[in-house]
C-alpha cells in the first residue's frame, strides 16, 4: 500500500508540473541572448563609427572610367569622378548610410550620421556648381542634383540610398561623356566663385556653432571672436554632433579641392592663389587628425582636458577666410578680361601722343627760319 501510494503521489507530481510547468528557467537563456546582442551592436557600432579613408584622386578617375581608363579625359572629369566616389562612399561605407536608419545600432549613433551630414551638404553644394563649370548641355549634372536634393532623411521607399545611387549613375554617365579627344569639357575658371561662396557659407555657419559650444566665452575673446554675435550656446550633448559634421565637411573638402586643382591649374594659376589653395586643403587636412579621446571634450586652458570644439572652430575659421581670399581674387581675375572685351575699353598698348602745331603757326615759324639764315 505505501508503495502505490508513492507511485498515485510521483503521477500526481507529473501532472500538476505539466499543468502548471515552472518557468522561471527561462530568463537565463533570455538574458544571455540579450547580452549578446548588446556586445553585437556595440561592436557593430564601433565599426560603423570608423571614418572611412580618403580617397586618391589621381586614381579616382580611371578607377571609375573602367576600360576607358587609359584614353584622355576633357577637363572637369576628375572633379565630376571625385564627386560620384564621395556620393558613393556614403552608403558604400561599412554600416551603409546610417541618418535614416530605424533600427540599432544604427538608430543609437549620432556621431557617424553628423559625419555624413557634413559631407552629403559639400556634395550638394559642388553638384548645384557643376552645370554652371560646364557650357553645354547638363542633363546628367542635372539629374545628379536631384538625386542630392533633399535631407537625406528618407528610410521609407524611395529611400535615401535609392537617390544617392541615381546621382552616382548620373554622374558616371556625364564622365563617359567626358572621355576622348574631342569630348566637351568644363570652362577654364567657370562657376569656382559660385561654389567657393557656397563653402564659405557652409564654414561660417560651422565655425560659429562650435565656437559658440566651445565652453568660456574668454577663450574665444582671446582669439579675436567676436562673442556677441555668436548665438545662444550649443547644447554638451550636441557638441560632439557639430564636431563630427565639421569632420565630414573637412573629409569631403579635402578630396573636392585636390580634384577642382587638377581640372583647374591653370585658372589658379592665373588669378594666384595656388600657394593659398594648397594652404586651404592643409588646414581642412588639419581636421581629420586622429582623435585619441573617446569623447569629444570641451576643456579649456592648460587643463587636463583638452577642448576639441575650439580646436576645430580655429581650423574651420582659418579655412572659412582662406575661401574667402581665394574667391575674391578668382572675382577679381574673372573681371580683368571682361573690362578689356567690354565696348569703349582702352587698348593694352596706346600709341604716344605726338604734339602737333597749329597750322596758323607755320609761316612765322619759316619767317625765323629765313631770318636765321640771312
Do not use: C
Request: aromatic share 6%; no cysteine.
Amino acid at each position: 500500500m505505501a508503495w502505490t501510494r508513492k507511485g498515485d503521489a510521483r503521477r500526481r507530481k507529473r501532472v500538476e508540473a505539466l499543468e502548471r510547468p515552472d518557468y522561471g528557467w527561462i530568463w537565463k537563456p533570455l538574458l544571455g541572448l540579450l547580452l549578446l546582442y548588446v556586445v553585437v551592436t556595440l561592436a557593430l557600432g564601433a565599426w560603423w563609427s570608423r571614418t572611412p579613408a580618403v580617397h586618391s584622386v589621381e586614381q579616382v578617375p580611371m578607377e571609375r572610367r573602367g576600360d576607358a581608363g587609359a584614353e584622355p579625359a576633357a577637363r572637369g572629369a576628375v572633379t565630376v569622378a571625385t564627386l560620384a566616389s564621395i556620393v558613393e562612399t556614403l552608403y558604400a561605407k561599412p554600416g551603409g548610410y546610417l541618418r535614416n536608419d530605424r533600427l540599432p545600432p544604427g538608430l543609437w549613433l549620432d556621431n557617424m550620421p553628423s559625419w555624413e551630414r557634413g559631407v552629403l551638404r559639400q556634395a550638394q553644394d559642388l553638384a548645384r556648381a557643376l552645370p554652371s563649370m560646364h557650357p553645354g548641355e547638363a542633363g546628367e549634372l542635372e539629374a545628379a542634383i536631384r538625386g542630392l536634393a533633399g535631407d537625406g532623411l528618407d528610410w521609407y521607399r524611395p529611400a535615401t540610398e535609392t537617390h544617392l545611387g541615381e546621382a552616382v549613375a548620373a554622374l558616371d554617365r556625364q564622365l563617359s561623356m567626358m572621355t576622348g579627344m574631342q569630348a566637351e569639357g568644363f570652362s577654364p575658371g567657370a562657376g569656382l566663385p559660385r561654389w567657393l561662396a557656397d563653402v564659405e557659407a557652409r564654414l561660417d555657419d560651422l565655425g560659429v556653432r562650435l565656437a559658440s559650444g566651445a565652453g568660456s566665452h574668454q577663450l574665444l575673446r582671446e582669439l579675436a571672436i567676436d562673442t556677441e554675435a555668436l548665438p545662444a550656446g550649443t547644447p554638451w550633448y550636441r557638441v560632439d554632433n557639430v564636431f563630427f559634421e565639421a569632420r565630414g565637411t573637412g573629409w569631403a573638402l579635402v578630396q573636392m579641392l585636390e580634384g577642382v586643382q587638377r581640372d583647374q591649374a591653370d585658372a589658379l594659376a592665373e588669378a594666384g592663389v595656388v600657394e593659398r589653395w594648397e594652404r586651404l586643403r592643409a588646414e581642412l587636412a588639419m581636421t581629420q587628425r586622429r582623435l585619441w579621446s573617446p569623447l569629444v571634450m570641451s576643456g579649456s586652458g592648460f587643463g587636463p582636458f583638452a577642448n576639441h570644439a575650439l580646436v576645430m572652430a580655429l581650423h574651420v575659421s582659418r579655412a572659412r577666410e582662406l575661401v574667402e581670399e581665394i574667391r575674391e581674387a578668382l572675382v577679381a581675375s574673372a573681371a580683368l578680361p571682361a573690362a578689356a572685351d567690354a565696348p569703349g575699353a582702352a587698348p593694352a598698348s596706346e600709341p604716344e601722343v605726338v604734339e602737333v602745331t597749329p597750322a596758323s603757326d607755320a609761316p612765322a615759324q619759316d619767317e625765323a627760319s629765313t631770318a636765321a639764315g640771312e
